[in-house]
């Protein structure tokens, strides 16, 4: 334990609420006081304590090339030397949009014809929504259970009781008649899709989902879902909104929805959400797709959206710097870091004896204290969760951090080298042990 992170944490807690500016960050389920990172380079962190950590957060996914990889910051640095915000179109704008649109694109199908920038994954999803509504003319939204899409009102809805009935708010400060406009249902669980449908369909705007769930533990679609998911709410009238905040550019070139198309599940959804890796770790997050249903977003349409800070000229620089750079190699360096690191987690876990599943998604894995993958939000939660603490914080004191919760994925980069992944391996035995032991 750091006294200059104790230190930190008890003077950011004066001033911010819970010391973080977003909660996960502030190790409420490992408990400590957070590590306050001062840099970040390639596959490391230091914080102010000045130590140095392996990090598997990666920022929560932006940084696939690894931290401040020079051709990103260079990139922004030339931005911001030509100015910081204009509040007016700019070329850069262009090809990123054009970037997006090319890139999720397997053989003939291209179902991004359009994209519009913002600044958060939330106001992607959020803007995705009401584009929905608007479209459709209709007001229910389905999502799933342990999904998350920001934080958004609508989507702080938490599952009432039975399958069909309309939710509840899942945060103090959400009016219940706003979040009685989302029905959550189970994930994987195509009976509750089509029963919602047959209660709800004719005024179903759309179906949001995870392109393959990684916010309560990574769980993977089952083979299929996502491609009845589009079958079922095109037969009803509804738009099927896949969210890549996190998958996309990420696990693919083309996203979890190009990894899909070329395992052979085909699906067209009709818009899309992208955050995270497509802003390459500055804010800025977008929506995609079908060209009818993108214009109707002003100012050609009648859905209003807009944003002072959308499309920052810094922004858009990195995230065009970032899908350059993000090759086949890049992809293929961090499938096999991801292969690594979850072999060896598996392995130290059955040595130590503890009850356990590697869930992946592409590259995307995490850990969870259950001996089989979890497929739906009740399986996620009824872990030995109670294990994650004690793993977390022998790994952090072997100079490895991991995300501070058991409901979120491990992130590589492509900066993970021999060295970086050597540490994480060395690492691992003994925080199975302490996971047997807690
Ligand atoms: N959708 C998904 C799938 C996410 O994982 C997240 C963030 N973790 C969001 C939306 C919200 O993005 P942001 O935090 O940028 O608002």
Known sequence: MSDRND???????AVIPGGVNSPVRAY??????PRFLASAQGAYVTDAADTTYVDLVASWGPALLGHAHPGVVGAVQDAASRGLSFGAPTEAEIELAALIAE?????????????????????????????????????????????????????????????????????????????AQTLVIDYNDLDQVREVFSVHGDRIAAVIVEAAAANMGVVAPLPGFNAALADIAHAHGALLILDEVLTGFRVHPAGYWGLQQEAGERYTPDLFTFGKVVGGGMPLAALGG???VMDALAPTGPVYQAGTLSGNPLSVAAGIATLRLATPAVYARVDAAASTVAAALHDALENAGVVHSVPRAGSLFGVAFAAEAPRSYAEATAQEAWRYPAFFHAMLDAGVSLPPSVYEAWFLTAAHDEEALAQV??????AARAAAAA
Request: proline share 5%.
């Open 7 to 13: 230190e930190l944490f008890d003077r950011a807690r």
């Open 290 to 292: 079908r060209a009818d």
């Open 103 to 179: 890139r999720v694109r397997v053989g003939a199908a291209a179902p991004v014809e359009r994209v519009r920038l913002v600044s958060t994954g939330t106001e992607a999803t959020m803007t995705a929504i009401r584009l929905a509504r608007g479209y459709t003319g209709r007001d229910l939204l389905v999502k799933f259970s342990g999904h998350y899409h920001g934080h958004s009102d609508g989507l702080l809805a938490a599952a009432g009781s039975g399958v069909a009935t309309l939710a509840l708010p899942g945060s103090a400060g959400v009016p219940a008649p706003i979040a």
């Open 28 to 33: 409420g389920s490992v408990g400590g006081a």
């Open 425 to 430: 391996l060395a690492a691992l035995p003994a």
